[in-house]
């Protein structure tokens, strides 16, 4: 089946700085990605829908300053925390639907984040 | 929010089928219901989906009920490896539609 995937994996990084995690569709073209965050023993929640050149759609609360999405190819999407804080610490997750096919989405593996 | 509801956990013996339950009471005529699961610290696995009619692949079943409102995900035969949160979610079957998640059932299996 189709796979996406995410980098880095993992990261650590110091509070103030910025981290950027790719998502890419690796046998497909996605026009839409969307970007979810999970907190530990929760599920996942929306941020944003990536819209391959144009500007993502955040969700209610999401500070999109804050969380820099950028969707320049049909099979890459980045999203960047500026000035991260521990309490930006999670698992973030993308996931892209195969267009032409069942139109199941597809999820990366997911990428976590512990801003110390 | 979510439009389904599940229970929060079940119980598994190893190699017995695994039932999961999914009310869906206020789903629309042209909404699928979709499963996927995810296994700890994992990004989400697809499993199945269906509008109407019963569907079977080599990972699962899903029936649903003549009225919709309810289904319920089969696992044939659990392994310990089926352990993980399992998500009942219904969405339009179009191009560049987000799913809603709720909290899920954790399934876990045991030996």
């Known amino acids: 089946g189709a796979v996406v995937s995410q980098h880095p994996s993992r990261v650590i990084c110091k509070s103030g700085t910025s981290v950027k995690i790719e998502c890419r569709s690796l046998?497909?073209?996605?026009?839409?990605m969307f970007w979810y965050r999970q907190f530990p023993k929760q599920s996942l929640m929306l941020m944003a829908t990536s819209n391959e050149g144009s500007k993502a759609t955040y969700e209610q609360g999401v500070e999109k300053d804050k969380f820099l999405i950028n969707h320049a190819s049909l099979t890459l999407s980045t999203l960047t925390v500026t000035s991260a804080h521990p309490e930006d610490s999670s698992f973030y997750i993308c996931s892209a639907d195969q267009r032409g096919g069942l139109n199941e989405q597809f999820f990366g593996p997911g990428t976590r984040l512990t801003v110390l | 929010d979510a439009k389904t509801t599940q229970p929060p956990s079940m119980d598994c013996a190893e190699g017995r089928a695994a039932n999961l339950p999914c009310n869906h009471s206020?789903?629309?005529?042209?909404?699928?219901v979709y499963w996927y699961r995810q296994i700890h610290s994992q990004g989400p696995q697809y499993i199945i989906h269906g509008l109407k009619n019963n569907e079977t692949n080599e990972m699962a079943s899903l029936i649903i009920t003549e009225d919709r409102k309810s289904s319920t995900l089969i696992l044939p035969h659990a392994t310990l490896r089926d352990t993980a949160v399992y998500y009942c979610i219904v969405r339009v079957n179009n191009y560049g539609q987000n799913f809603v998640f709720g909290p899920g059932t954790r399934l876990s299996v045991l030996p």
């Open positions: 046998d497909f073209q996605a026009t839409t």
């Open positions: 206020t789903i629309s005529g042209n909404e699928y």
